[in-house]
T-cell receptor
């Protein structure tokens, strides 16, 4: 069945460090791919998305490229801020168009 | 816009009692809402899809009679955990899909409700 494997956290970085959170998936066909973020005390929000192979989704300085050949959708940011501290979920939809969430990666950014 | 609220944000109850959790879309209409369950350090698991005016669609392994879902209006869905037991303790999250959107990824999530059953 469709599934997603996400880098386990927690990840602790200093401010302005480079961030990578790995995500790989198995799915039938080539679905759209999403990253969601959950800030402390808030609900999940869509962070970015890519709808087809080689697409790059970007938002708030975060980027992720849809790599069909490696079935990956790694999340990156060149210079993280304290305000980026949150839990990040990789989430492709399955064949029924229902969202499959990864386990989430908790990110701590130290000032 | 696109705010979803949940009430209560946390609840503690005795074993054997029932608990109702509300999910409201505050500034948009939602024909479809979703209920998820999240265990500590684990992913969100879709429990059911709630459709306004019709029966909910439950995922495999989710007990319909235990987790009653009602979606009586375009802005409100409720999840009732009946005869709750300690193993039902979890974080319950709802999401709402704005009516008229064609893609399921356009979901807006509530902040979650933490249920603790003693």
């Amino acid at each position: 069945g469709d599934s997603v494997t996400q880098m386990e956290g927690p990840v602790t970085l200093s401010e302005e460090a480079f961030l990578t959170i790995n995500c790989t998936y198995t799915a039938t066909g080539y679905p759209s791919l999403f990253w969601y973020v959950q800030y402390p005390g808030e609900g999940l929000q869509l962070l970015l998305k890519a709808t087809k192979a080689d697409d790059k989704g970007s938002n708030k300085g975060f980027e992720a490229t849809y790599r069909k050949e490696t079935t990956s959708f790694h999340l990156e940011k060149g210079s993280v801020q304290v305000s980026d501290s949150a839990v990040y979920f990789c989430a492709p939809p399955n064949r029924d168009d229902k969202i499959i969430f990864g386990k989430g990666t908790r990110l701590h950014i130290l000032p | 816009g696109a705010v979803v609220s949940q009430h209560p944000s946390w609840v503690i109850c005795k074993s054997g009692t029932s608990v109702k959790i509300e999910c409201r879309s505050l500034d948009f209409q939602a024909t479809t809402m979703f209920w998820y369950r999240q265990f500590p350090k684990q992913s969100l698991m879709l429990m059911a899809t709630s459709n306004e005016g019709s029966k909910a669609t439950y995922e495999q392994g989710v007990e319909k009679d235990k987790f009653l879902i009602n979606h009586a209006s375009l802005t409100l869905s409720t999840l009732t955990v009946t005869s709750a037991h300690p193993e039902d303790s979890s974080f319950y999250i709802c999401s709402a899909e704005r009516t008229g959107t064609r893609r399921r990824h356009t979901q807006y999530f509530g902040p979650g409700t933490r249920l603790t059953v003693l």
